[in-house]
């Protein structure tokens, strides 16, 4: 499941979540009043808030307490409501919740990707592109590294120098 999830581009995720908007907005429109039309987009954008601010612990917590207020409050009180539109309602923020705290992974996982991508700038300026060898400036760099540590160890320590130079190179 991870594999598939971190190659689905960041661009789809949030397409995904104006969709599923979108979609709900379209649907709702034509089919409730006015109030409830208001509260359904204020569970959806309260869905990806706590999606994008929670960690997985609070998304857990907040899924199942908006899952069992809902019902209870929906199905347990007096609410003249059709049944899809009570599942709807409470099912609605559980599920930008997840949408919600699947992109806010997927951004920090990219943010991670390229905040490490200095140890990679720094290989790909000390290896040839078309060898992926170490190149010459940075041979020479590392030589007189490797030089000035001759000097200041003793004779006796060149081995330990020599298989240092070598994990540099």
């Known amino acids: 499941m991870k594999n598939i999830r971190y190659r689905i581009p960041l661009e789809v995720g949030v397409i995904l ?21 208001y509260y359904a987009n204020l569970l959806v954008f309260l869905g990806i808030l706590f999606g994008m601010l929670g960690t ?31 599942v709807y309602l409470i099912l609605i923020v559980p599920t930008f919740t997840l949408i919600g705290y699947f992109i ?22 000390n290896t040839e592109a078309l060898t992926g060898l170490g190149s010459m400036n940075s041979f020479v760099e590392n030589y007189n590294r490797f030089l000035n540590t001759m000097t200041l160890r003793p004779k006796l320590d060149r081995a330990l120098a020599i298989s240092m130079f070598m994990s540099i190179i």
């Open 17 to 37: 979540i104006m969709f599923l908007s979108l979609i709900q907005d379209m649907i709702l429109y034509n089919f409730v009043d006015r109030q409830t039309f």
């Open 56 to 86: 997985s612990l609070f998304v857990v917590i907040i899924c199942m307490l908006m899952v069992g207020i809902g019902s209870f409050i929906l199905y347990f009180f007096p609410i003249v409501m059709s049944s899809w539109l009570k």
């Open 104 to 125: 806010k992974t997927d951004i920090f996982l990219r943010k991670r990707l390229i905040s490490s991508r200095k140890e990679i700038a720094s290989f790909l300026k």
